[in-house]
């Protein structure tokens, strides 16, 4: 109750595609698999295209779909939005509720200031307009959770609006090509967070707990589908979802029901909805016919959230008492979007292989290192860290941070490799010594199993005479304009070498010989 909130309401986006077969589900009335708990902080991003489309076959009209995201998000705070009660996770219900948590008469609220800071942050990452003058009103609604009768948010006058979002989208054959999307976010406000509903289906009786909800993030996700030209149809708000996978899930499953229901001559109600995730499938909850009233107002009990920047911070104002929004801006780290960009133009990389480097946790930071700590290309240490490292790491479910691996192992292995000590073979033989965690270094692999490049270029040449005398068939293949017979007769001979020879210089030897 009470707790710090974030809401960022996103405007709809739609898209175009073609009717697409799916499968129904015709369940009503079941619980869903995800929360209903409120969550401390909340946002609401504009909705994301996660539908695949197909091309119309002949004879069929195309739809398009508008999907808007309200996302609650948690904000990380050590006392409630308006009360001085702690957040703590799993504690027990109603130990952390003040006498305001609880609506006694008489009790005030008191503005988090860390809680402003975080909302503040958040606009100016999702480059929002922050307004210097935000309002706090009363949503008037009845539930058990709500004991006051009313939540305070933020509906006029919210603390940002107006941002947008960037991402990519991953498309061609093997989803390499990263295409940019971008989404608008309506606004950004504070939110009183509600008690948790505990509900005891054996008793059939429910609790109610006042410390807050736990949960870390919710969306729900309204939606419409129209023909393109026509006016937009009526929407579903499907609530509470609590994952990234049962929110696409849901919206994929929603479009598809909506676009059955009408070419069927069935009609869409204006009904909140709930996802179950087991049966894959949305369910209706409750119409929204009747509009609920609920009759904002004025919180009388707060005044206008004001906010400055350098140019308007009053002269000898104290730090401690206001706001100032460039000095968070300049707090703000690094953001996705400038981090991909600096890779691409530091680095040379593909933009696709940016965005892996960011998405897997702690990824970036692992190929930092490694490049300052080597003498080897940007180029090959991102193909060293996204396709052998990132492989052996998905193979055995691993994150980053288990690997048996370090930078610093992966850099001096890179410099043998980079400094001709060892082939591109012999790279990937320490690496799968390295992954056995037995405490070794490149160094001591490559020494203990002679795995160094052959200097002896007389040595090799008698190698390569030897397999040529021994593969008569390919030598012949080669002189009668095979060019693939020369990459054979490498392989021979790195084989005979246990890929300790450099193999442009085993096919300069070969070549020699063949022109004799």
């Known amino acids: 109750m009470a707790a710090p909130m974030l809401r960022w309401v996103g405007r709809g986006r739609r898209w175009t595609f073609a009717r697409v077969d799916g499968g129904s589900c015709h369940r009503r009335g079941a619980p869903t698999g995800s929360t209903s708990n409120r969550i401390r902080g909340q946002s609401s991003v504009?909705?994301?295209?996660?539908?695949?489309?197909q091309k119309p076959r002949k004879g069929e009209h195309k739809w398009a779909a508008v999907v808007g995201l309200e996302i609650h998000a948690q904000i990380s705070s050590n006392s409630k939005l308006f009360s001085g009660s702690?957040?703590?996770?799993s504690a027990p219900p109603n130990s952390l509720v003040s006498f305001f948590d609880a609506s006694l008469p008489g009790t005030l609220p008191v503005l988090n200031r860390r809680c402003v800071e975080a909302a503040v942050m958040t606009g100016l990452a999702l480059n929002c307009h922050i307004n210097k003058k935000s309002l706090f009103d009363r949503k008037h609604y009845f539930y058990a959770d709500l004991p006051a009768g009313y939540q305070i948010t933020q509906q006029r006058l919210p603390i940002a609006v107006n941002g947008s979002l960037t991402?990519?989208?991953?498309?061609?054959k093997k989803q390499r090509q990263v295409i940019p999307k971008t989404v608008r976010i309506k606004q950004i406000q504070l939110e009183q967070d509600s008690g948790k509903s505990l509900h005891d289906d054996l008793r059939s009786q429910t609790l109610i707990d006042l410390n807050r909800a736990e949960g870390q993030l919710r969306v729900d996700a309204n939606i419409s589908v129209h023909h393109p030209g026509e006016p937009l149809g009526v929407r579903t708000e499907v609530k509470n979802l609590n994952s990234i996978r049962f929110l696409a899930k849901a919206i994929d499953y929603e479009i598809q029901r909506q676009i059955d229901e009408l070419e069927n001559g069935g009609e869409i109600l204006n009904e909140t909805r709930s996802f179950h995730h087991q049966l894959g499938c949305t369910m209706s909850m409750r119409d929204k016919e009747g509009k609920q009233d609920y009759r904002f107002m004025p919180e009388p009990n707060l005044p206008p959230l004001v906010l400055y920047d350098a140019t308007s911070l009053p002269a000898g104002a104290d730090p401690q008492q206001v706001i100032n929004v460039d000095q968070i801006r300049e707090t703000l780290p690094e953001l996705p979007r400038v981090t991909r960009e600096r890779l691409v133009q530091e680095y040379g990389m593909l933009l696709e292989h940016s965005f892996t480097l960011l998405n897997e946790v702690g990824l970036l930071e692992f190929f930092q290192n490694v490049?300052?700590?080597?003498?080897?290309e940007p180029k090959k240490v991102t193909s060293w860290v996204l396709n052998t490292f990132l492989g052996y790491l998905k193979q055995q479910n691993l994150a980053v941070s288990e690997s048996p691996v370090t930078p610093s192992a992966l850099a001096e292995l890179l410099d043998l490799l980079?400094?001709?000590?060892?082939?591109?073979a012999a790279a990937k033989q320490v690496f799968e010594e390295l992954w056995k965690r037995e405490g070794k270094t490149p160094g001591q692999i490559v020494s203990e199993k002679q795995l160094e490049l052959m200097e002896d270029r007389g040595l090799l040449e008698q190698l390569c005479h030897s397999v040529m005398e021994a593969h008569p068939q390919v030598v012949m293949d080669l002189k009668e304009g095979n060019p693939r017979a020369i990459n054979k007769l490498i392989g021979l001979v790195r084989k005979a070498t246990q890929s300790r020879a450099d193999p442009a210089m085993i096919k300069e030897i070969l070549e020699k010989k063949l022109s004799l």
């Open 46 to 53: 504009a909705q994301q295209p996660l539908y695949t489309t």
């Open 86 to 89: 702690q957040v703590r996770f």
């Open 167 to 172: 991402y990519g989208v991953c498309a061609g």
């Open 371 to 376: 490049i300052k700590e080597t003498r080897a």
């Open 418 to 424: 980079d400094s001709r000590t060892i082939s591109s």
